[in-house]
């Protein structure tokens, strides 16, 4: 199993997007996180959820496993508790602390993939590429009741704001995806690359490169295209 990975500032004064990741015997954990609440709070929450999830899957992790919903869903459960903890006093402040989250476990054969908010999981395979995960977003409901076109979706003034993250309920719902994917790629990103660069171009630039510099060839392309919002892009394959 093959994991690069590549995080970027942009535009913004600070990144607040966490990317992390941790091999295991029968596959490789990747997770990314894109911080929100401006200034250190969006940071620390990316940061906090990042490690908890990471700690919380390895804790409930066994090689025998083969189904891997529950700890993948339990682990965000653990991610959300504790940022909604250390956000306390900032929301008591009337600020924000929270975080978007999507994360994999990807074996020879299958990724086992969840997310909450606008972090995505894509599937590249060949000449197609696949977004496996729906956004939690307002756009994205918008879209879903036939209120927006697609296109739409990418200008709408209300496209940042997000139904669900983690850190500002006491709890969260995630959604859980299994995919085969033996011989394409998966590709997790926080939104400051979907934001910049098209499917199309996604998909040219990865079939462009060797795959141990895509990760960092479309964060190239995300800040050639403008580059505004922190940019972080994870590419895993056999």
């Known amino acids: 199993m093959k994991l690069f990975k590549r995080t970027d500032i942009g535009k913004r004064k600070e990144n607040q997007d966490t990317i992390d990741n941790k091999s295991f015997e029968t596959g490789v954990l990747a997770v990314v996180c894109d911080g929100m609440g401006g200034g250190y709070n969006g940071k620390e929450a990316s940061q906090r959820a990042a490690n908890r999830f990471i700690t919380a899957f390895e804790q409930g992790y066994n ?12 682990a965000m459960q653990a991610a959300n508790t504790v940022v909604y903890d250390n956000g306390k006093s900032v929301r008591e402040s009337g600020q924000m602390m929270g975080t978007t989250c999507v994360a994999a476990f990807i074996t020879k054969e299958l990724a086992h993939i969840v ?4 972090s995505r999981a894509y599937l590249i395979r060949d000449n197609d590429i696949i977004q496996i995960t729906t956004d939690h977003s307002v756009v994205q409901l918008m879209f879903e009741k036939g209120e927006i076109t697609k296109e739409e979706m990418s200008t709408h003034p209300r496209k940042n704001v997000l139904l669900r993250v983690l850190g500002v309920e006491e709890a969260v719902k995630a959604d859980y995806f299994k995919v085969k994917y033996d011989s394409g790629k998966i590709m997790l990103c926080s939104d400051g690359l979907v934001n910049a660069v098209s499917d199309e171009e996604i998909l ?4 462009s490169v060797s795959l141990n510099l895509a990760a960092t060839s479309l964060v190239e392309q995300a800040v050639i295209n403008g580059g505004n919002d922190n940019i972080s892009v994870v590419v895993v394959y056999n």
């Open 204 to 207: 040219e630039v990865v079939n």
């Open 63 to 74: 090689p025998e496993m083969t189904e891997f919903k529950e700890l993948l869903l339990s």
């Open 115 to 118: 997310n909450i908010g606008d």
